[in-house]
Protein backbone atom coordinates (compact mmCIF):
# COMPACT_ATOMS: atom_id res chain seq x y z
CA UNK A 1 0.00 0.00 0.00
CA UNK A 2 3.23 2.15 0.04
CA UNK A 3 2.82 3.31 4.10
CA UNK A 4 6.49 2.59 4.30
CA UNK A 5 6.86 5.79 2.07
CA UNK A 6 4.22 7.44 5.63
CA UNK A 7 6.70 9.37 7.78
CA UNK A 8 7.66 12.92 9.03
CA UNK A 9 10.85 12.33 9.76
CA UNK A 10 13.64 9.87 7.83
CA UNK A 11 17.49 10.98 8.42
CA UNK A 12 19.25 12.23 5.63
CA UNK A 13 22.42 11.62 3.89
CA UNK A 14 25.30 14.48 4.92
CA UNK A 15 26.56 15.98 1.62
CA UNK A 16 30.29 15.23 0.69
CA UNK A 17 30.51 18.83 -0.28
CA UNK A 18 29.52 21.78 1.71
CA UNK A 19 26.70 23.70 -0.11
CA UNK A 20 25.78 27.38 0.05
CA UNK A 21 22.46 29.00 -1.10
CA UNK A 22 22.36 32.35 -1.01
CA UNK A 23 19.21 34.26 -1.44
CA UNK A 24 18.02 37.35 0.26
CA UNK A 25 15.22 36.02 1.37
CA UNK A 26 15.01 32.39 3.01
CA UNK A 27 11.57 30.71 3.92
CA UNK A 28 11.99 28.00 6.02
CA UNK A 29 8.44 26.15 5.61
CA UNK A 30 6.46 25.49 2.49
CA UNK A 31 3.34 25.60 3.90
CA UNK A 32 0.76 27.99 2.14
CA UNK A 33 2.14 30.99 4.00
CA UNK A 34 5.61 29.95 2.73
CA UNK A 35 4.50 29.89 -1.04
CA UNK A 36 2.84 33.63 -0.97
CA UNK A 37 5.17 35.10 0.81
CA UNK A 38 8.04 33.31 -1.89
CA UNK A 39 5.77 34.89 -5.10
CA UNK A 40 5.17 38.11 -3.56
CA UNK A 41 8.77 38.68 -2.47
CA UNK A 42 9.49 37.52 -6.07
CA UNK A 43 6.94 39.83 -7.64
CA UNK A 44 9.23 42.93 -5.61
CA UNK A 45 12.14 41.87 -7.34
CA UNK A 46 13.58 39.82 -4.35
CA UNK A 47 15.60 36.85 -4.64
CA UNK A 48 14.37 33.86 -2.82
CA UNK A 49 14.48 29.93 -1.82
CA UNK A 50 12.17 28.17 0.02
CA UNK A 51 13.20 25.41 2.50
CA UNK A 52 10.81 22.53 3.48
CA UNK A 53 10.84 19.82 5.61
CA UNK A 54 9.19 17.14 4.48
CA UNK A 55 8.76 15.79 0.50
CA UNK A 56 5.91 18.44 -0.16
CA UNK A 57 4.86 21.48 -0.62
CA UNK A 58 1.16 23.43 0.16
CA UNK A 59 0.63 21.89 4.41
CA UNK A 60 -2.78 21.05 5.15
CA UNK A 61 -3.89 22.64 1.85
CA UNK A 62 -2.96 20.25 -0.41
CA UNK A 63 -2.98 17.33 2.47
CA UNK A 64 -6.92 16.71 2.44
CA UNK A 65 -8.09 20.32 3.76
CA UNK A 66 -10.21 20.79 1.13
CA UNK A 67 -13.48 21.76 2.88
CA UNK A 68 -12.43 25.54 3.52
CA UNK A 69 -12.47 26.97 6.70
CA UNK A 70 -12.90 30.47 5.06
CA UNK A 71 -14.78 32.72 7.72
CA UNK A 72 -16.14 36.22 5.89
CA UNK A 73 -15.69 35.92 2.23
CA UNK A 74 -14.90 39.55 1.71
CA UNK A 75 -11.92 39.71 4.31
CA UNK A 76 -10.07 37.12 1.79
CA UNK A 77 -7.89 39.25 -0.34
CA UNK A 78 -4.58 38.93 -2.31
CA UNK A 79 -3.06 35.94 -3.47
CA UNK A 80 -5.12 33.98 -0.89
CA UNK A 81 -8.31 35.18 -3.15
CA UNK A 82 -5.66 34.04 -6.26
CA UNK A 83 -5.32 30.76 -5.11
CA UNK A 84 -9.33 30.46 -4.89
CA UNK A 85 -9.90 31.89 -7.70
CA UNK A 86 -7.29 29.51 -10.04
CA UNK A 87 -9.20 26.61 -8.12
CA UNK A 88 -12.34 27.68 -9.92
CA UNK A 89 -10.70 27.95 -12.78
CA UNK A 90 -9.20 24.26 -11.90
CA UNK A 91 -12.85 22.98 -11.73
CA UNK A 92 -13.73 25.53 -14.65
CA UNK A 93 -16.31 26.85 -12.25
CA UNK A 94 -16.86 31.08 -11.48
CA UNK A 95 -16.33 30.00 -7.97
CA UNK A 96 -15.29 27.00 -5.89
CA UNK A 97 -13.98 27.23 -2.28
CA UNK A 98 -13.64 23.65 -1.79
CA UNK A 99 -11.68 21.04 -3.94
CA UNK A 100 -9.37 18.16 -3.78
CA UNK A 101 -5.66 17.73 -2.50
CA UNK A 102 -4.85 17.07 -6.04
CA UNK A 103 -5.90 20.08 -6.91
CA UNK A 104 -4.61 22.25 -4.43
CA UNK A 105 -1.40 20.24 -5.01
CA UNK A 106 -1.74 21.57 -9.22
CA UNK A 107 -2.10 25.07 -8.38
CA UNK A 108 0.95 25.72 -5.76
CA UNK A 109 2.95 23.41 -8.23
CA UNK A 110 2.23 25.80 -11.24
CA UNK A 111 2.73 29.15 -8.58
CA UNK A 112 6.21 27.47 -8.20
CA UNK A 113 7.05 27.25 -11.79
CA UNK A 114 5.50 29.90 -12.95
CA UNK A 115 7.35 32.29 -10.60
CA UNK A 116 10.54 30.55 -11.17
CA UNK A 117 10.87 30.10 -6.95
CA UNK A 118 13.47 27.16 -5.99
CA UNK A 119 12.08 24.43 -3.55
CA UNK A 120 14.51 22.43 -1.16
CA UNK A 121 12.51 19.61 0.00
CA UNK A 122 13.64 17.09 3.14
CA UNK A 123 15.89 20.21 4.75
CA UNK A 124 15.80 19.35 8.36
CA UNK A 125 16.91 22.31 10.03
CA UNK A 126 19.69 21.65 12.34
CA UNK A 127 21.00 25.03 13.34
CA UNK A 128 21.12 29.17 13.58
CA UNK A 129 23.80 31.24 12.95
CA UNK A 130 23.64 34.68 14.38
CA UNK A 131 25.39 38.56 14.90
CA UNK A 132 24.04 41.11 16.32
CA UNK A 133 20.58 39.54 16.43
CA UNK A 134 20.74 39.08 13.00
CA UNK A 135 20.24 35.27 11.16
CA UNK A 136 23.26 35.33 8.66
CA UNK A 137 22.27 31.99 7.79
CA UNK A 138 20.62 28.26 8.82
CA UNK A 139 22.11 25.13 8.36
CA UNK A 140 20.68 21.94 7.95
CA UNK A 141 21.22 18.71 9.22
CA UNK A 142 22.79 17.41 5.89
CA UNK A 143 24.74 20.17 6.10
CA UNK A 144 23.51 22.12 3.30
CA UNK A 145 23.29 25.75 4.72
CA UNK A 146 21.21 28.80 3.85
CA UNK A 147 22.19 31.99 3.69
CA UNK A 148 20.08 35.02 3.31
CA UNK A 149 19.47 39.23 4.49
CA UNK A 150 16.21 38.24 5.66
CA UNK A 151 14.16 35.16 7.29
CA UNK A 152 10.90 33.73 7.45
CA UNK A 153 9.71 30.87 9.84
CA UNK A 154 6.72 29.53 7.65
CA UNK A 155 6.75 26.40 9.43
CA UNK A 156 3.71 24.75 11.46
CA UNK A 157 5.94 24.45 14.76
CA UNK A 158 8.10 27.22 14.81
CA UNK A 159 11.07 25.80 14.52
CA UNK A 160 13.57 28.28 12.92
CA UNK A 161 12.11 31.10 15.16
CA UNK A 162 13.04 28.96 18.23
CA UNK A 163 16.54 27.98 17.15
CA UNK A 164 16.90 31.68 16.60
CA UNK A 165 16.81 32.40 20.93
CA UNK A 166 12.99 34.17 20.21
CA UNK A 167 10.48 34.01 22.87
CA UNK A 168 7.76 31.60 22.64
CA UNK A 169 4.74 29.65 24.50
CA UNK A 170 3.35 26.33 24.09
CA UNK A 171 -0.17 25.61 25.91
CA UNK A 172 -2.78 27.49 27.12
CA UNK A 173 -2.32 30.57 29.26
CA UNK A 174 -4.43 31.41 31.66
CA UNK A 175 -7.34 33.54 31.44
CA UNK A 176 -5.76 35.72 33.72
CA UNK A 177 -2.49 36.46 31.60
CA UNK A 178 -3.92 38.74 28.92
CA UNK A 179 -6.89 39.40 30.51
CA UNK A 180 -9.58 37.05 28.19
CA UNK A 181 -12.55 35.43 28.90
CA UNK A 182 -11.99 32.12 26.69
CA UNK A 183 -8.03 30.97 27.74
CA UNK A 184 -7.34 28.19 29.35
CA UNK A 185 -8.47 24.93 31.20
CA UNK A 186 -12.15 25.10 29.19
CA UNK A 187 -15.43 22.66 30.31
CA UNK A 188 -18.68 23.30 29.77
CA UNK A 189 -18.57 23.61 25.81
CA UNK A 190 -21.55 22.70 23.67
CA UNK A 191 -20.25 20.89 21.08
CA UNK A 192 -17.49 17.47 20.57
CA UNK A 193 -19.17 16.64 23.97
CA UNK A 194 -20.38 13.25 25.46
CA UNK A 195 -24.16 13.65 24.92
CA UNK A 196 -24.41 10.49 26.97
CA UNK A 197 -23.02 9.13 30.33
CA UNK A 198 -20.42 6.62 29.37
CA UNK A 199 -18.21 4.83 31.27
CA UNK A 200 -14.76 5.11 31.35
CA UNK A 201 -13.09 2.39 33.25
CA UNK A 202 -11.43 -0.97 31.67
CA UNK A 203 -14.60 -3.02 33.76
CA UNK A 204 -17.61 -0.78 34.12
CA UNK A 205 -18.53 0.64 37.02
CA UNK A 206 -14.84 -0.39 38.55
CA UNK A 207 -12.60 2.18 39.04
CA UNK A 208 -9.75 0.08 40.03
CA UNK A 209 -9.86 -1.77 36.74
CA UNK A 210 -7.90 1.52 35.32
CA UNK A 211 -9.51 3.59 32.59
CA UNK A 212 -9.95 2.99 28.69
CA UNK A 213 -7.16 3.89 25.83
CA UNK A 214 -7.89 7.97 25.32
CA UNK A 215 -8.93 8.84 28.87
CA UNK A 216 -6.30 10.45 31.27
CA UNK A 217 -5.86 8.83 34.74
CA UNK A 218 -8.73 9.10 36.99
CA UNK A 219 -6.97 11.97 39.07
CA UNK A 220 -9.99 14.94 40.67
CA UNK A 221 -7.57 16.69 42.17
CA UNK A 222 -5.22 17.53 38.16
CA UNK A 223 -8.50 18.65 36.54
CA UNK A 224 -7.70 22.20 37.54
CA UNK A 225 -10.12 25.18 37.24
CA UNK A 226 -12.23 27.12 34.54
CA UNK A 227 -9.49 29.16 32.81
CA UNK A 228 -6.26 27.80 34.36
CA UNK A 229 -3.07 27.68 32.07
CA UNK A 230 -1.34 24.63 31.43
CA UNK A 231 0.83 22.92 28.94
CA UNK A 232 -1.87 21.34 27.05
CA UNK A 233 -2.44 21.82 23.44
CA UNK A 234 -5.86 21.31 21.29
CA UNK A 235 -5.88 17.96 19.34
CA UNK A 236 -4.42 16.83 15.91
CA UNK A 237 -6.06 14.64 13.25
CA UNK A 238 -5.96 13.84 9.88
CA UNK A 239 -7.98 15.41 6.96
CA UNK A 240 -8.85 12.82 5.20
CA UNK A 241 -9.68 12.59 1.78
CA UNK A 242 -12.67 9.52 1.15
CA UNK A 243 -14.70 8.92 -2.13
CA UNK A 244 -17.45 6.44 -2.67
CA UNK A 245 -16.86 6.18 -6.17
CA UNK A 246 -16.33 2.21 -6.54
CA UNK A 247 -13.92 2.74 -9.58
CA UNK A 248 -11.16 4.86 -7.67
CA UNK A 249 -11.52 3.88 -3.97
CA UNK A 250 -9.52 1.01 -1.89
CA UNK A 251 -11.00 -0.38 1.38
CA UNK A 252 -9.83 1.50 4.47
CA UNK A 253 -6.48 -0.91 5.01
CA UNK A 254 -5.61 -2.54 8.68
CA UNK A 255 -2.23 -0.08 10.16
CA UNK A 256 0.38 -1.51 11.05
CA UNK A 257 0.07 -1.55 14.23
CA UNK A 258 -3.84 -2.01 14.95
CA UNK A 259 -5.34 -2.11 18.44
CA UNK A 260 -9.20 -2.75 18.77
CA UNK A 261 -9.31 -1.85 22.45
CA UNK A 262 -8.08 2.00 21.27
CA UNK A 263 -11.61 2.02 20.11
CA UNK A 264 -13.94 0.98 23.15
CA UNK A 265 -14.53 4.26 24.16
CA UNK A 266 -15.94 4.65 20.74
CA UNK A 267 -18.02 1.46 20.85
CA UNK A 268 -19.47 2.51 23.94
CA UNK A 269 -20.61 5.76 22.74
CA UNK A 270 -21.78 3.58 19.75
CA UNK A 271 -24.16 1.61 21.64
CA UNK A 272 -25.38 4.17 23.63
CA UNK A 273 -26.92 5.21 20.60
CA UNK A 274 -25.09 7.90 19.31
CA UNK A 275 -23.12 7.82 16.08
CA UNK A 276 -22.17 11.06 14.51
CA UNK A 277 -18.18 10.02 14.77
CA UNK A 278 -17.93 10.58 10.73
CA UNK A 279 -20.49 13.05 10.46
CA UNK A 280 -18.74 16.13 9.49
CA UNK A 281 -18.25 14.97 6.23
CA UNK A 282 -17.60 17.83 3.87
CA UNK A 283 -18.37 17.10 0.59
CA UNK A 284 -15.50 17.97 -2.07
CA UNK A 285 -15.63 18.11 -5.70
CA UNK A 286 -15.93 14.68 -7.97
CA UNK A 287 -17.64 13.17 -5.34
CA UNK A 288 -14.90 13.18 -2.90
CA UNK A 289 -15.19 14.66 1.10
CA UNK A 290 -13.05 15.97 3.42
CA UNK A 291 -13.22 13.74 6.84
CA UNK A 292 -12.50 16.14 9.77
CA UNK A 293 -13.75 15.53 13.75
CA UNK A 294 -16.96 15.32 14.84
CA UNK A 295 -18.53 14.53 18.36
CA UNK A 296 -17.14 13.04 21.33
CA UNK A 297 -15.10 10.69 19.82
CA UNK A 298 -13.85 11.15 16.15
CA UNK A 299 -10.85 11.28 14.33
CA UNK A 300 -9.13 13.59 16.92
CA UNK A 301 -6.42 11.98 18.86
CA UNK A 302 -7.16 13.50 21.95
CA UNK A 303 -4.42 14.33 24.27
CA UNK A 304 -1.62 12.23 22.16
CA UNK A 305 0.33 15.27 20.65
CA UNK A 306 2.14 17.49 23.75
CA UNK A 307 5.42 16.61 23.08
CA UNK A 308 4.69 17.60 19.36
CA UNK A 309 5.92 21.16 19.44
CA UNK A 310 9.40 20.69 21.09
CA UNK A 311 9.94 17.18 20.46
CA UNK A 312 12.91 16.16 18.13
CA UNK A 313 12.50 15.10 14.76
CA UNK A 314 12.67 11.06 16.27
CA UNK A 315 10.10 12.00 18.71
CA UNK A 316 7.42 13.61 16.21
CA UNK A 317 7.78 10.87 13.89
CA UNK A 318 7.00 8.47 16.78
CA UNK A 319 3.64 10.72 17.36
CA UNK A 320 3.08 11.28 13.69
CA UNK A 321 2.60 7.45 13.08
CA UNK A 322 0.73 7.06 16.19
CA UNK A 323 -1.98 9.51 14.68
CA UNK A 324 -1.76 7.79 11.26
CA UNK A 325 -2.26 4.42 13.45
CA UNK A 326 -5.36 5.67 15.58
CA UNK A 327 -7.23 7.18 12.45
CA UNK A 328 -6.25 4.44 10.23
CA UNK A 329 -7.50 2.31 12.89
CA UNK A 330 -10.25 3.95 13.39
CA UNK A 331 -12.00 3.73 10.00
CA UNK A 332 -10.85 0.23 9.47
CA UNK A 333 -12.81 -0.71 13.03
CA UNK A 334 -15.83 1.07 11.74
CA UNK A 335 -16.02 -0.60 8.86
CA UNK A 336 -14.99 -4.46 9.50
CA UNK A 337 -15.38 -4.78 13.80
CA UNK A 338 -18.38 -7.44 14.19
CA UNK A 339 -19.21 -5.53 17.57
CA UNK A 340 -19.88 -2.51 15.27
CA UNK A 341 -23.54 -2.27 14.19
CA UNK A 342 -24.36 -3.42 10.93
CA UNK A 343 -25.67 -0.71 9.52
CA UNK A 344 -22.35 1.63 10.92
CA UNK A 345 -20.26 -0.72 9.27
CA UNK A 346 -21.91 -0.78 5.66
CA UNK A 347 -22.36 2.74 5.79
CA UNK A 348 -18.64 3.35 7.01
CA UNK A 349 -17.39 0.50 4.16
CA UNK A 350 -18.72 2.29 1.08
CA UNK A 351 -16.63 5.00 1.48
CA UNK A 352 -12.80 4.43 1.04
CA UNK A 353 -9.32 6.21 0.19
CA UNK A 354 -9.40 7.74 -3.48
CA UNK A 355 -6.65 5.75 -5.81
CA UNK A 356 -5.91 9.30 -7.01
CA UNK A 357 -5.06 11.37 -4.46
CA UNK A 358 -1.19 10.72 -2.42
CA UNK A 359 0.15 8.34 -4.31
CA UNK A 360 3.39 8.18 -2.90
CA UNK A 361 1.69 7.56 0.67
CA UNK A 362 -0.85 4.42 -0.11
CA UNK A 363 -3.82 7.10 -0.86
CA UNK A 364 -3.20 8.50 2.68
CA UNK A 365 -2.81 12.42 3.31
CA UNK A 366 0.91 12.71 4.08
CA UNK A 367 0.45 16.04 6.43
CA UNK A 368 -0.51 15.60 9.94
CA UNK A 369 -3.04 18.39 10.95
CA UNK A 370 -0.53 20.55 13.10
CA UNK A 371 -3.68 22.71 14.69
CA UNK A 372 -1.02 24.39 17.01
CA UNK A 373 2.80 24.67 17.94
CA UNK A 374 4.91 27.38 19.38
CA UNK A 375 3.56 30.80 19.44
CA UNK A 376 5.49 33.54 19.33
CA UNK A 377 5.79 36.10 21.74
CA UNK A 378 6.40 39.34 20.45
CA UNK A 379 5.91 43.64 21.59
CA UNK A 380 2.08 42.76 20.39
CA UNK A 381 0.18 39.33 21.46
CA UNK A 382 -2.94 38.87 19.52
CA UNK A 383 -5.74 37.95 22.02
CA UNK A 384 -9.57 37.20 22.03
CA UNK A 385 -10.04 40.62 22.82
CA UNK A 386 -9.13 41.37 19.52
CA UNK A 387 -11.12 38.27 17.92
CA UNK A 388 -13.96 40.05 20.08
CA UNK A 389 -13.29 43.39 18.67
CA UNK A 390 -12.76 45.24 22.05
CA UNK A 391 -8.89 46.16 21.31
CA UNK A 392 -7.99 47.22 17.91
CA UNK A 393 -4.54 47.92 16.09
CA UNK A 394 -3.34 50.49 14.33
CA UNK A 395 -0.81 48.62 12.18
CA UNK A 396 -2.84 45.95 10.41
CA UNK A 397 -1.53 43.59 7.76
CA UNK A 398 -4.57 41.20 7.38
CA UNK A 399 -8.36 40.07 8.26
CA UNK A 400 -8.99 37.06 10.04
CA UNK A 401 -12.71 36.15 10.60
CA UNK A 402 -13.09 32.12 11.58
CA UNK A 403 -14.71 32.05 14.83
CA UNK A 404 -12.48 31.31 18.07
CA UNK A 405 -11.89 27.27 17.46
CA UNK A 406 -9.83 25.12 19.75
CA UNK A 407 -10.61 21.36 19.50
CA UNK A 408 -10.39 19.28 22.72
CA UNK A 409 -7.48 19.37 24.69
CA UNK A 410 -7.70 15.88 26.70
CA UNK A 411 -10.17 13.57 27.77
CA UNK A 412 -11.06 13.11 31.65
CA UNK A 413 -13.19 11.73 34.59
CA UNK A 414 -15.35 13.30 36.06
CA UNK A 415 -17.38 11.71 39.07
CA UNK A 416 -17.62 8.19 37.31
CA UNK A 417 -18.46 9.52 33.40
CA UNK A 418 -15.96 9.98 30.23
CA UNK A 419 -15.79 14.34 29.83
CA UNK A 420 -13.98 16.04 27.05
CA UNK A 421 -12.30 19.47 28.05
CA UNK A 422 -10.72 21.87 25.86
CA UNK A 423 -13.50 22.88 23.22
CA UNK A 424 -14.22 26.34 22.11
CA UNK A 425 -16.28 27.69 19.51
CA UNK A 426 -17.47 31.41 19.61
CA UNK A 427 -18.57 33.32 16.84
CA UNK A 428 -16.82 36.29 15.74
CA UNK A 429 -16.96 39.21 13.18
CA UNK A 430 -13.67 40.10 11.07
CA UNK A 431 -11.17 42.03 12.66
CA UNK A 432 -7.50 42.81 12.15
CA UNK A 433 -4.13 41.37 12.83
CA UNK A 434 -1.08 43.45 13.72
CA UNK A 435 2.43 43.40 12.01
CA UNK A 436 4.13 43.47 15.00
CA UNK A 437 2.38 40.11 15.73
CA UNK A 438 4.61 38.49 13.32
CA UNK A 439 8.11 39.94 14.07
CA UNK A 440 9.74 39.24 17.19
CA UNK A 441 11.33 41.73 19.12
CA UNK A 442 14.02 44.23 18.29
CA UNK A 443 15.95 42.66 21.13
CA UNK A 444 16.10 38.95 20.12
CA UNK A 445 16.31 39.05 16.43
CA UNK A 446 15.89 41.94 13.26
CA UNK A 447 15.81 40.11 10.56
CA UNK A 448 13.11 37.23 10.92
CA UNK A 449 9.67 37.34 10.66
CA UNK A 450 6.77 34.72 11.69
CA UNK A 451 3.41 34.84 9.89
CA UNK A 452 2.32 30.57 10.93
CA UNK A 453 3.47 30.65 14.66
CA UNK A 454 2.82 34.18 15.21
CA UNK A 455 2.69 36.27 18.65
CA UNK A 456 -1.43 35.67 19.69
CA UNK A 457 -2.46 33.57 23.01
CA UNK A 458 -3.73 29.59 22.44
CA UNK A 459 -7.29 30.38 22.41
CA UNK A 460 -7.16 33.60 19.66
CA UNK A 461 -4.50 31.61 17.88
CA UNK A 462 -7.73 29.12 17.39
CA UNK A 463 -9.47 31.77 15.22
CA UNK A 464 -6.37 32.86 13.58
CA UNK A 465 -4.81 29.31 12.58
CA UNK A 466 -6.64 29.37 9.15
CA UNK A 467 -5.21 28.38 5.85
CA UNK A 468 -6.64 31.56 3.91
CA UNK A 469 -5.36 33.47 7.01
CA UNK A 470 -1.90 31.79 6.93
CA UNK A 471 -1.59 32.59 2.90
CA UNK A 472 -3.13 36.52 3.78
CA UNK A 473 -0.21 36.69 6.32
CA UNK A 474 2.50 35.17 4.47
CA UNK A 475 1.96 37.58 1.75
CA UNK A 476 2.33 40.37 4.10
CA UNK A 477 5.29 38.95 5.53
CA UNK A 478 6.88 39.03 2.25
CA UNK A 479 6.24 42.48 1.35
CA UNK A 480 7.50 43.61 4.70
CA UNK A 481 10.75 41.41 4.16
CA UNK A 482 10.87 42.84 0.78
CA UNK A 483 10.39 46.27 1.95
CA UNK A 484 13.49 45.35 4.97
CA UNK A 485 15.93 44.17 1.95
CA UNK A 486 15.48 47.04 -0.38
CA UNK A 487 15.43 49.73 2.35
CA UNK A 488 18.50 47.68 4.43
CA UNK A 489 16.75 47.94 7.55
CA UNK A 490 15.40 45.79 9.99
CA UNK A 491 12.12 44.11 10.03
CA UNK A 492 11.22 46.51 12.95
CA UNK A 493 11.72 49.38 11.73
CA UNK A 494 9.41 48.97 8.41
CA UNK A 495 7.44 51.90 8.02
CA UNK A 496 3.96 50.59 8.51
CA UNK A 497 2.62 53.66 6.27
CA UNK A 498 4.94 51.97 3.27
CA UNK A 499 3.96 48.43 4.10
CA UNK A 500 0.13 49.27 4.40
CA UNK A 501 0.11 50.88 0.71
CA UNK A 502 1.99 48.27 -0.91
CA UNK A 503 -0.45 45.60 0.62
CA UNK A 504 -3.44 47.82 -0.95
CA UNK A 505 -0.87 47.27 -3.96
CA UNK A 506 -1.23 43.78 -3.42
CA UNK A 507 -4.84 43.34 -3.23
CA UNK A 508 -4.76 42.74 0.32
CA UNK A 509 -7.65 43.60 3.04
CA UNK A 510 -6.73 45.62 6.09
CA UNK A 511 -9.06 46.91 6.95
CA UNK A 512 -12.69 45.64 7.82
CA UNK A 513 -15.43 48.38 5.25
CA UNK A 514 -18.65 49.13 5.82
CA UNK A 515 -19.73 47.75 2.66
CA UNK A 516 -18.52 44.11 3.41
CA UNK A 517 -21.04 41.76 4.36
CA UNK A 518 -20.85 39.08 6.96
CA UNK A 519 -23.09 36.79 9.06
CA UNK A 520 -21.12 34.90 11.46
CA UNK A 521 -23.89 33.37 13.57
CA UNK A 522 -24.96 31.82 9.90
CA UNK A 523 -21.39 30.73 9.52
CA UNK A 524 -21.41 28.68 12.96
CA UNK A 525 -24.64 27.44 12.46
CA UNK A 526 -23.43 25.82 9.14
CA UNK A 527 -20.73 23.64 11.10
CA UNK A 528 -22.81 22.81 13.92
CA UNK A 529 -26.48 23.47 13.12
CA UNK A 530 -29.17 25.52 14.26
Request: aromatic fraction near 10%; charge should be negative.
Amino acid sequence: MGFSNLHYYVPTQKVDKQTVIEKSLIIYGGTPAGLTAAIQAKRMGITVAIVEFSENIGGMTASGLGATDLGAEDAVGGLSREFYQEIAKYYQKEKQWTFEPKAAQSVFDQWMKAYDIPVYLNQHLAEVTKENQQITEIVMENGTRFSGKVFLDCSYEGDLLAKSGVSYFVGRESNATYQEIYNGIQFGAPHHKFEKWIDPYVVEGQPKSGVLPGIAEDDREQLGYQGQGDHRIQAYNFRICLTKDPENQISFPKPAYYDDKRYELLLRYIHSGVWDAMKLHTMLPNGKSDLNNYGAISTDHIGMNYDWPEGSYQRREEIFQDHVNYDMGMLYFLANDSRVPDAIRQEVSEWGLPKDEFGKTGNWPHQLYIREGRRMISDYVMSDRNCLQQTFVDDPIGLASFHMDSHNCRRVVIDGRSVNEGDVQVPIGPYEISYRSIRPKATECTNLLVPVCLSSSHIAYGSIRMEPIFMILGQSAGVAAALAIQHQTTVQDVNYEELKQELLKANQVVEWGTDMVDDPIKRMEETFGK
